[in-house]
């Protein structure tokens, strides 16, 4: 993670998940770092991903939760959300789903990209990452993730 150029007690840039080897099988990371991140109104990813040792067609699936409460015991996956079609004299009917995201490499390079920003409203107490493989399950990549809150 690129150091703060005031102070290490920032909470604007904090390591969501370190650099470290998906787990096998397709697998969700087990404990995620928990990110506080109490009035703040977005957050950016960093993502940095490689595929596994001998990978073809590597890929990674993040999904994002967040906490309303500090104690971060109740957590909440996020949404996407499509409106529907508005047509006089008829009620809307709106979609709304739990979301993740996928990327998947296109060298055998480690690969660099954002994600966001990514709209919290200063709602959320803390935020935590969950990644996995799900390209080459045989030979999982390695992932890293950077919040950046603003």
Known sequence: MIDHPISDTYLDQQQARVFAALLAAGAWDVTPLILPCAGFEYVTLY????????AVNGAVNWKIESSPDSAGTIWHQLAVYDSG?????????SNLQREDFSYGATTAAIERFPYGPIPIHGTA?????FAREIGDLATPGSCEIEARFS
Do not use: F, M
Request: glycine share 10%; charged share 25%; hydrophobic share 35%.
């Open 85 to 93: 079609n508005v047509i006089i004299n008829a009620d809307t009917t």
């Open 47 to 54: 993502i940095s991903y490689i595929e596994g040792g001998q």
């Open 125 to 129: 107490e803390r935020l935590r990452v």
